[in-house]
């Protein structure tokens, strides 16, 4: 405990709620201490040497002597391996059943005693003593596993075992979830335990909300994804390779994944970028489609107090002329704090509220915390007790915890009665006039000055009817209740396409919608964690997301939210939101020239919306994220691997934001080919650096050479097609798909390509051969007068 956190667990605990949170954390420990004794003596297990072999379709099974591995290669190259007789299902991160088999790949003798799996895209090696090899069909290693080690409890129980790895010396490590100090993972320990982390956070502060046994592994061989499908509390010790260490030879990159209990089972994905995120959006699910209002600009605060503060900040986004798309209310709306209610004193018609704002072009979303106030009359905690839906302990008692509302009982989300229940509920928010909701508080929390501000882990669960406790459940706790969510809006209003966004989390949980940074500190740290957090989620395949613009607590200096509005606006969820006792965020707080410059990436912003309702469908189809690192296309390139600051937007933009105070130039690291600068229009040469402009009105943007992108029309009602010039002898294109409204209609993907002809620029749609449709304008930039 620092001494930041000292300070804090003081304040907490000399409040009100910081005693009764002290209770909740002495119950909680009590609890525990009674389910879950010490585990005693234990017994260390190794596979030993392998046996016997019997094949299967696309691999098969080795006995080792102490163990046994189950290894499969899917039709699409996708590798599992499993220890123990562990299987694909049940799994919560897997949409659906896994992939078949690929038939033509067999288990067949190796080398040295061992076994190995051939296919079209991948080979496995296991060795005699256990080890896990995949590699191209080249024979170049991507990933070995090491034999792994278990320590199984004498008197029994739950195994905790290591699974120790070894990738390139040049390898980068990606993922893990939402880590503030990335998006490059560096040596260092990453706990796998999603976590409120009790204060506004910076770079240093892991875990956060959403934590994923998900790395994405970059190096010169080729770029692998492994998903080590258990949900259980963990731990992976980062180490980076070095080339030619010691006496000349490689020093290999490792991971060193411990886990207390659960199957030791893996999948993993190899291919480029783009692959492998196809690959594993097919294997964890499609992301869910936001509505095309929520790709436009958002305003919340926890603390509007009132329908006429409401209206105040609408009126003053119209009276500026500023667009705005979608108004956040946060727990002050309840009454109490309880959810599924509303304040009437300060809120008397907030169904007239919504209508009136919806016709001016604003939506209403709202909170939604799982905690439900434990207080027999509570229309929602009586619903739920009687159908049995909250969490029990191991005596079949109610597990309460300390939440705003007060002493609280928490749903079981991996029952499916109780997401029915739940998501029943989600019809109050509708007849509200709400258009979406976000979820908060679901690592999930109950109030403790100090140790986890989580329920029991002894705390007894559905697991879909398996059973089980708050060990295997937690992690997953917030992915569920997003399933609850998602499914109850999809049941009460079938022709929408529901929005969701949610603080924690899992792997899958991109099926049921996005999420958002949670309380990031006020500061410039923040604001580069902020990025950070966009770019290791979209590469866990979770694509839509965005900070909290201008941090969550204190107030940002004019400079300080100016950056990090204008880092927003190239972001798929862009939202300001600061705390109740925070700063505003409306731009015009911020004085005349903060407010004009902000103006600028709003127009910006609304010029694009065609752009990100083109990759938000992209992103379904493909599972590529919007927000991409500069490497995406060519991670080859070692100095591209080891950029953090800036991003692509598609694969037509790079956006270079600017994350420290007093800047007004910034180096930019180019991808290979031409870049156009979009402000100057001009040209700059990759593979290599270049410095730019950065002054207050604007971040550096550049326009890859011979992109077609879709933007609005110059009334802004239309679409047209935005080309830039492509090189000559070369050609470019881009995809286009046009807004289908907020339902299920499917939508076409158009695809057009640019190229030079006699100095002059030619663009072709591809999908149906010919001309450009008449109603698409084009507009040209890039060519030389």
Avoid at 184 to 206: E, H, I, S
Avoid at 627 to 650: H, K, N, Q, S, Y
């Amino acid at each position: 405990m620092d001494g930041r956190e000292l300070v804090r667990s003081v304040r907490e605990t000399v409040s009100v709620r910081g005693l009764r949170g002290v209770r909740s954390a002495w119950l909680r420990r009590r609890t525990d201490a009674r389910a879950l004794p010490p585990p005693g003596a234990e017994r260390a297990r190794v596979p030993g040497p392998v046996s016997t072999a019997e094949t299967a379709p696309g691999g098969g099974i080795l006995r080792f002597a102490r163990s046994e591995l189950r290894v499969s290669v899917s039709a699409g190259g996708t590798v599992f391996w499993a220890w123990d007789g562990a299987e694909p299902l049940p799994s919560y991160g897997l949409c659906g059943q896994p992939p078949g088999p690929d038939p033509r790949a067999v288990l067949e003798p190796d080398t040295d005693g061992g076994w190995r799996v051939v296919s079209e895209r991948v080979t496995v090696v296991v060795s005699r003593h256990g080890a896990v090899e995949v590699r191209t069909p080249g024979g170049v290693v991507l990933r070995r596993e090491l034999p792994p080690r278990w320590w199984e409890p004498v008197r029994g129980g739950a195994a905790r075992w290591v699974q120790r790895s070894e990738v390139a010396a040049d390898a980068r490590f990606f993922g893990l979830g939402g880590r503030a100090a990335g998006p490059r993972l560096r040596d260092g320990v990453y706990r796998l335990w999603n976590t409120d982390p009790k204060a506004p956070f910076v770079p240093g502060d892991d875990p956060l909300y959403i934590t994923m046994p998900v790395q994405l592994v970059v190096a010169d061989a080729g770029t692998h994804l492994a998903f080590y499908d258990n949900s259980w509390d963990g731990r992976v010790v980062l180490t980076e390779g070095e080339e030619g260490a010691g006496s000349g030879h490689d020093r290999p990159g490792t991971s060193e994944l411990r886990m207390d209990g659960g199957p030791l089972r893996c999948w993993v994905v190899v291919g480029t970028p783009a692959r492998v995120l196809h690959g594993w959006a097919a294997l964890s699910g499609a992301p869910a489609l936001p509505p095309a209002w929520a790709l436009g600009p958002q305003h919340a605060r926890w603390g509007f107090g009132s329908e006429r503060e409401v209206r105040r900040v609408v009126d003053g986004y119209r009276d500026r002329g500023l667009p705005l798309s979608v108004l956040h209310l946060d727990i002050d709306h309840y009454a109490g704090h309880r959810v599924f209610t509303v304040d009437r004193e300060r809120f008397p018609d907030l169904p007239g509220l919504a209508a009136e704002l919806r016709g001016r072009g604003v939506r209403l979303v709202s909170i939604v915390d799982p905690a439900v106030r434990a207080e027999p009359g509570d229309p929602v905690y009586d619903a739920g007790r009687a159908a049995g839906a909250f969490v029990r302990d191991d005596r079949g008692a109610e597990v309460r915890g300390e939440v705003w509302p007060g002493e609280c009982a928490y749903p079981d989300f991996t029952d499916p009665a109780a997401r029915a229940w739940w998501g029943g509920l989600y019809e109050e928010r509708l007849r509200q006039g709400f258009s979406g909701v976000w979820h908060d508080m679901n690592e999930p929390v109950s109030f403790a000055p100090f140790g986890d501000r989580t329920l029991p882990r002894s705390a007894r669960h559905s697991l879909e009817g398996r059973g089980g406790d708050h060990r295997e459940a937690h992690n997953v706790y917030g992915l569920t209740m997003a399933r609850a969510g998602y499914e109850g809006l999809r049941a009460l209003r079938p022709e929408e396409r529901p929005f969701l966004f949610s603080r924690s989390g899992w792997a899958g949980m991109q099926r049921y919608g996005g999420t958002w940074s949670g309380d990031v500190a006020t500061g410039w740290p923040g604001l580069r964690a902020s990025l950070a957090l966009v770019l290791g989620l979209g590469l866990c395949g979770v694509p839509y997301s965005g900070p909290d613009v201008g941090g969550f607590d204190g107030s940002p200096s004019p400079e300080l939210f100016l950056r990090w509005y204008q880092l927003g606006a190239w972001l798929p969820f862009f939202r300001t939101h600061s705390a109740i006792d925070a700063g505003r965020r409306e731009p015009w707080e911020f004085g005349p020239e903060v407010l004009a410059h902000a103006r600028v990436a709003l127009a910006e912003r609304e010029r694009l919306l065609p752009y990100f309702v083109t990759l938000a469908r992209l992103a379904r189809t493909t599972g590529a994220p919007y927000v991409r690192p500069v490497w995406w296309g060519t991670p080859e390139d070692r100095a591209l691997r080891d950029c953090e600051d800036a991003f692509l937007l598609g694969d037509a933009l790079l956006v270079a934001p600017v994350l420290s105070g007093g800047a007004d130039r910034r180096a930019v690291r180019l991808p290979r080919g031409r870049w156009y600068d979009t402000a100057t229009g001009a040209a700059y040469e990759g593979p290599g650096q270049v410095l730019l402009d950065a002054p207050l009105s604007r971040v550096p943007v550049l326009a890859r050479a011979g992109a077609v992108l879709p933007v609005r029309d110059e009334d802004g009602a239309g679409l047209a097609l935005e080309v830039w010039a492509p090189q000559a002898g070369r050609t470019g294109g881009g995809l286009v798909v046009r807004d289908a409204g907020d339902g299920w209609e499917p939508a076409e993907i158009e695809r057009y390509q640019s190229r030079l002809v006699d100095g002059r620029v030619v663009v072709e749609r591809v999908t149906d051969a010919g001309p450009v449709p008449a109603d698409l304008p084009v507009r040209v930039r890039g060519l030389a007068p």
